[in-house]
Each structure stands twice: as structure tokens, then as C-alpha cells.
């Protein structure tokens, strides 16, 4: 971020502090506005020919600067992100939302361009994948196939992830105040907090694993943790994906195929085709802004429209 414009660092410090965005969102867009910036100063021939890519300055960039940018450099830049840098949809349409909330800014904040010209920039379309998930049998068998001598920790995160569909980076923020009876307060997206109802699944394993969770040693910033490393600190995401891996290997399932946010599908699933869960309480209980990204575990069960059809009163007729 030290490298920006200023009017881009207002901006990042902005959509965390008063637009509340996560700290990882805001270094994607740092990393965005980065790599803009320095196209810019290709693009309008700024610098001097053959100047390396990593070497562009971009802390200097002006309001004036800024006001010549124009919609067809915006879609030049997308251009670019695809064919040189092989840039997916979504990672396109990152950049889209990130200078539409740049511009944005600038013009009704920072008032320091007279047009906004990304109003009609367009994302990419993308198209909705169907999600990843472990069947109920295979669910059963990787809890099954948990051992060794974290097994009560590893059991209960597996617990969570399977029961609570939490995000990975929900599940290494826990500390054990925040759970209170059935109740888990978790920290999502945005730094939105929501509250998840705990199962007697995991409401066990959570108990079962603090019965045996060492205390001894663990650091003053990490003793509220509820899952910790062997090294006395509060379990990193990068351990946890280990750990998953791990298992997945070990239960005889593809281990490229399923990962951490494969198991948050996995618990939606569940809940959607065995629990009869509404989608709105869906929608709640994985922490989704939007129901529409909600909506793709309705598709994923062919049985139950077959049996709507099956149950029309004509059918028989």
C-alpha cells in the first residue's frame, strides 16, 4: 500500500474503516489498484520505453492524472488482466468491482474528478458452478478415519466445518468465550458477526477436546483460542489446510478435489438435501450477504425434482 497514490490509500483505509471490508479484500484491492496504475502510466506513455513492470512509480499519480482516465482505458486494462496477466472471471471481475468502488469514491467523496467514468463498466459474466461436496457417506468416513494425537482437536474442527459449514478463517478466529451453551459468536465476512447454533455433534466434540486441550505454555495473546498448534499458538489457516488434506488422504478421497471450503459446501448440502433447511436459514447460517449466492445449493439435488414432478396430482393421469 505505501507505494500508492494517495487518493488510492484514503480509499483502502475507507472501505475498511467506515465500509467495513475484511483486511484480505483490502490488500486485494491494494494489489489491484497496484497493478491499474502502473498499466496506466504504460498505456498513456508516461514512462520511459522497456521500463520494467515492478520499477513504474505510481505515488505520484495526480488528480489530473486521474481525470484522463476514461471508460475505454478501464476496459484496457481488463483486456490486459485476461490475455497478459490470464486472469479468470473472477479474478476480473474483482478488478471491475475494485475500480467501480475506486471511482466511485474519488468522485462522490474525494470530489476530485468531475465524471466517473467506470458507472458502465461491466464485469465479466460468470457462469455459477455447481459446488464440490463430500456425500454422507463420505462425510462419515473422514470423521471415522480421524486419529493420532490431536484427534480430539482435529475431530471437533472437522465437526464444525462439517455441521456449521464455517469459513476457515471463522473457524481459526473462535475463542472459547464465544461460545455460550449452544450458541458460537463467529467474525465473517466484512467483520460481520453472526451468531451459529452448535448441534450435540459439536457441542461433544468441543467439550471432549477441552477436556484434553494442554493450557500449559500457550501465549497471552492465544489462551483464549479454542484450537491451538503445537507450538502453543492459536492454529493458523495454513495448519488447518494441512490438517484437512491430511485426512482426506487418509479416508481415501482426493485430496486435490476437497479442501477446507469444500467441507463449508459440504455442510450446506447436507443441511439442504437431509435437513430440509429453508434457504433463507441457509443463507443465515453460512453468513451470505446475498441469498442469490445461496442459491446454488438448490440446484444440486436431481432427486427432489424428480420426486416435485412425481408428485404433481396429474401424474397419474
Same mark, same amino acid.
Given at each position: 500500500? $505505501? +507505494?500508492?497514490?494517495?487518493?488510492?490509500?484514503?480509499?483502502?483505509?475507507?472501505?475498511?474503516?467506515?465500509?467495513?471490508?475484511?483486511?484480505?479484500?483490502?490488500?486485494?484491492?491494494?494489489? =489491484?489498484?497496484?497493478?491499474?496504475?502502473?498499466?496506466?502510466?504504460?498505456?498513456?506513455?508516461?514512462?520511459? +520505453?522497456?521500463?520494467?513492470?515492478?520499477?513504474? %512509480?505510481?505515488?505520484?499519480?495526480?488528480?489530473?492524472? @486521474?481525470?484522463?482516465?476514461?471508460?475505454?482505458?478501464?476496459?484496457?486494462? &481488463?483486456?490486459?488482466?485476461?490475455? /497478459? %496477466?490470464?486472469?479468470?472471471?473472477?479474478? %476480473? *471481475?474483482?478488478?471491475?468491482?475494485? @475500480?467501480?468502488?475506486?471511482?466511485?469514491?474519488?468522485?462522490?467523496?474525494?470530489?476530485? &474528478?468531475?465524471?466517473?467514468?467506470?458507472? +458502465?463498466? /461491466?464485469?465479466?459474466?460468470?457462469?455459477?458452478?455447481?459446488?464440490?461436496?463430500?456425500? @454422507?457417506?463420505?462425510?462419515?468416513?473422514?470423521?471415522?478415519?480421524?486419529?493420532?494425537?490431536?484427534?480430539?482437536?482435529?475431530?471437533? &474442527?472437522?465437526?464444525?466445518?462439517?455441521?456449521?459449514?464455517?469459513?476457515?478463517?471463522?473457524?481459526?478466529?473462535?475463542? !472459547?468465550?464465544?461460545?455460550?451453551? =449452544?450458541?458460537?459468536?463467529?467474525?465473517?465476512?466484512?467483520?460481520? +458477526?453472526?451468531?451459529?447454533?452448535?448441534?450435540?455433534?459439536?457441542?461433544?466434540? !468441543?467439550? /471432549?477436546?477441552?477436556?484434553?486441550?494442554?493450557?500449559?505454555?500457550?501465549?497471552? =495473546?492465544?489462551?483464549?483460542?479454542?484450537?491451538?498448534?503445537?507450538?502453543?499458538?492459536?492454529?493458523?489457516?495454513?495448519?488447518?489446510?494441512?490438517?484437512?488434506?491430511?485426512?482426506?488422504? *487418509?479416508?481415501?478421497?482426493?485430496?486435490?478435489?476437497? $479442501?477446507?471450503?469444500?467441507? %463449508?459446501?459440504?455442510?450446506?448440502?447436507?443441511?439442504?438435501?437431509?435437513?430440509?433447511?429453508?434457504?433463507?436459514?441457509?443463507?443465515?447460517?453460512?453468513?451470505?450477504?446475498?441469498?442469490?449466492?445461496?442459491?446454488?445449493?438448490?440446484?444440486? =439435488?436431481?432427486?427432489?425434482?424428480?420426486?416435485?414432478?412425481?408428485?404433481?396430482?396429474? $401424474?397419474?393421469?
Amino acid at each position: 500500500m $505505501s +507505494e500508492l497514490p494517495s487518493s488510492a490509500k484514503d480509499f483502502i483505509i475507507y472501505m475498511e474503516a467506515i465500509k467495513g471490508n475484511s483486511k484480505k479484500t483490502a490488500q486485494a484491492y491494494s494489489y =489491484d489498484l497496484t497493478l491499474f496504475f502502473k498499466y496506466m502510466k504504460i498505456k498513456k506513455n508516461v514512462v520511459k +520505453e522497456n521500463t520494467d513492470f515492478k520499477d513504474i %512509480r505510481i505515488d505520484d499519480i495526480d488528480n489530473y492524472f @486521474l481525470s484522463t482516465i476514461g471508460l475505454n482505458d478501464l476496459y484496457s486494462f &481488463i483486456s490486459y488482466s485476461a490475455t /497478459e %496477466r490470464n486472469n479468470s472471471n473472477y479474478a %476480473r *471481475a474483482r478488478k471491475v468491482a475494485c @475500480l467501480r468502488s475506486f471511482f466511485k469514491y474519488i468522485h462522490s467523496k474525494l470530489k476530485i &474528478i468531475d465524471k466517473n467514468p467506470a458507472i +458502465e463498466l /461491466e464485469p465479466p459474466k460468470i457462469t455459477n458452478k455447481q459446488p464440490v461436496y463430500l456425500t @454422507l457417506d463420505d462425510s462419515k468416513s473422514l470423521l471415522k478415519n480421524i486419529k493420532g494425537v490431536n484427534m480430539k482437536r482435529d475431530y471437533a &474442527i472437522f465437526t464444525l466445518f462439517l455441521n456449521c459449514g464455517l469459513r476457515l478463517s471463522e473457524l481459526v478466529s473462535i475463542d !472459547i468465550d464465544s461460545i455460550i451453551g =449452544d450458541t458460537l459468536k463467529v467474525v465473517g465476512k466484512g467483520n460481520k +458477526e453472526r451468531v451459529v447454533y452448535l448441534n450435540s455433534a459439536c457441542i461433544n466434540a !468441543i467439550n /471432549e477436546y477441552l477436556q484434553v486441550r494442554d493450557n500449559s505454555g500457550i501465549s497471552a =495473546d492465544d489462551k483464549k483460542a479454542l484450537f491451538i498448534s503445537r507450538n502453543k499458538r492459536r492454529i493458523s489457516p495454513r495448519t488447518v489446510q494441512v490438517i484437512v488434506k491430511k485426512y482426506i488422504k *487418509a479416508a481415501g478421497l482426493d485430496d486435490k478435489k476437497y $479442501s477446507t471450503h469444500k467441507l %463449508r459446501h459440504t455442510a450446506a448440502t447436507l443441511m439442504y438435501k437431509h435437513g430440509n433447511v429453508d434457504i433463507r436459514a441457509l443463507q443465515q447460517i453460512l453468513g451470505h450477504k446475498s441469498v442469490a449466492t445461496t442459491q446454488i445449493y438448490t440446484h444440486i =439435488d436431481d432427486e427432489r425434482l424428480r420426486q416435485a414432478i412425481k408428485s404433481n396430482p396429474l $401424474s397419474n393421469e
